[in-house]
C-alpha cells in the first residue's frame, strides 16, 4: 500500500518570503512520481512540479522547487519570493509503477497556504 | 483545449435521490477518474477506468456506479444519494503510457450537496 503524509494542515507565509511545505511518503515500489498540485480558491488543480524518483536531482519550476530525500522517503516544497497568488491548498501526491504498470494517482490531505502581505 | 468538462458545477440532492456526474476528455487519454475532496481529507480515489472498457474500485468505491461509455466519458451515478455523499468531486484523465506520461488532468470540479 501507498501513502502520502502532509504533516501541515496550514502554513503562513509573509508576502516574498520563502516557505517550505512538508511530505512524507511511503511505497515499496523502486519506480514512481512524486508530484505537488496546487488548488486555488477557484478549485482548479494545477500541477506544479513533478519529480521522478529515479532522478537525483531536484525538480525546479521558476520560484518552485523541491527538496526530495529518497532515502528518507520525503518530497518538500518550497516557495520562494512568495506572492498573493500563491495562497492555495497545496497536494502533495504520488504515482508508482509495479511492473511496468502504472498504479493511480495518491494523493496526501493537503496543507493551506496563506499568504501575508 | 477544452481539457476536462464536468457537468455540473453544482447540484443540491434531496436524500434518497439519484444524479449522474457528466465527465468528458478531449485529449484522447486512455485513463479516467473520479475523486471525491472532503476537507480534511485531500482527494480519494472513488473509482477508475485504466483503458476503455475497463473500470476498477478505488478507495471510496460504496455508494458509487460508473460507466466508461467510450474513450471520451466517464460519468459517476450515485443511486440513492446520501448526506454523507456531500463533497467536491473532481474527474480527471490521463495518458497512462508510461513512465513519460504520469501527469493527471482534471476537471473543474462539482459541488454536491445532499440534503
Known amino acids: 500500500a501507498q501513502t502520502v503524509t502532509q504533516s501541515q494542515p496550514e502554513m503562513s507565509v509573509q508576502e516574498a518570503e520563502t516557505v517550505t511545505l512538508s511530505c512524507t511518503y511511503d511505497?515499496?515500489?523502486?519506480?514512481?512520481?512524486l508530484f505537488w498540485y496546487k488548488q486555488p480558491p477557484s478549485r482548479q488543480m494545477i500541477l506544479v512540479i513533478r519529480?521522478?524518483?529515479?532522478?537525483?536531482q531536484n525538480a525546479t519550476e521558476n520560484r518552485f522547487s523541491v527538496n526530495f530525500q529518497k532515502a528518507a522517503k520525503s518530497f518538500s516544497l518550497k516557495i520562494s519570493d512568495s506572492q498573493l497568488g500563491d495562497a492555495a491548498m497545496y497536494f502533495c501526491a504520488l504515482v508508482a509503477f509495479y511492473g511496468g504498470s502504472q498504479g493511480n494517482l495518491i494523493f496526501g490531505k493537503g496543507t493551506k497556504l496563506s499568504v501575508k502581505p | 483545449n477544452a481539457g476536462v468538462t464536468q457537468t455540473p458545477k453544482f447540484q443540491v440532492l434531496k436524500t434518497g435521490q439519484s444524479m449522474t456526474l457528466q465527465c468528458a476528455q478531449d485529449m484522447n487519454h486512455n485513463s479516467m477518474y473520479w475523486y471525491r475532496q472532503d476537507p480534511g481529507m485531500g482527494l480519494r480515489l472513488i473509482y477508475y477506468?485504466?483503458?476503455?472498457?475497463?473500470?476498477d474500485k478505488g478507495e471510496v468505491p460504496n455508494g458509487y456506479n460508473v460507466s466508461r461509455l467510450n474513450k471520451r466519458e466517464f460519468s459517476l451515478r450515485l443511486e440513492s444519494a446520501a448526506p454523507s455523499q456531500t463533497s467536491v468531486y473532481f474527474c480527471?484523465?490521463?495518458?497512462?503510457?508510461?513512465?513519460?506520461?504520469?501527469?493527471?488532468?482534471f476537471g473543474q470540479g462539482t459541488r454536491l450537496t445532499v440534503v
Open positions: 477506468s485504466a483503458s476503455e472498457g475497463t473500470t
Open positions: 519529480q521522478e524518483a529515479y532522478k537525483q
Open positions: 480527471a484523465s490521463s495518458l497512462r503510457q508510461g513512465p513519460l506520461n504520469t501527469e493527471a488532468f
Open positions: 511505497t515499496s515500489e523502486s519506480d514512481y512520481y
